[in-house]
């Protein structure tokens, strides 16, 4: 059972590892997505592959959704996003740190699989 920071119990119907997302053959493009990725210097496709293959994965607890890790060149970064069947929808992306990353994980912010 996964718990938020605060201690509530949360149910989760999503997966964390890429090996068990379901197949992804639609990226929902919106146009904030392309915004921030321009003014930031990312690469769509980029974007893309990270997404679909990253094998670092949480669910932000603050935010209600899943959040891909990856190298986009020589910065990290996190990457949330929504998905409904086979598409996905990236919301936003900023490079981040291992730092950032471990601190959210100490204060249960994102939360891992702890069952795989």
Excluded: C
Excluded at 34 to 47: E, H, S, V
């Amino acid at each position: 059972m996964f718990k938020t920071r605060f201690g509530e119990p949360i149910k989760l119907n999503f997966y964390f590892q890429a090996s068990n997302l379901p197949s992804i053959s639609t990226v929902i493009w919106s146009e904030y997505i392309r915004y921030r990725a321009k003014l930031r210097n990312f690469d769509l496709t980029k974007i893309e592959e990270i997404i679909k293959y990253s094998g670092e994965r949480y669910y932000d607890v603050e935010t209600g959704r899943m959040v891909a890790v990856g190298k986009h060149d020589n910065r990290l970064v996190i990457i949330p996003y929504e998905s409904s069947g086979d598409a996905i929808a990236p919301v936003t992306i900023h490079a981040t740190t291992r730092r950032q990353i471990r601190f959210r994980l100490r204060n249960r912010r994102f939360i891992i699989n702890e069952s795989n």
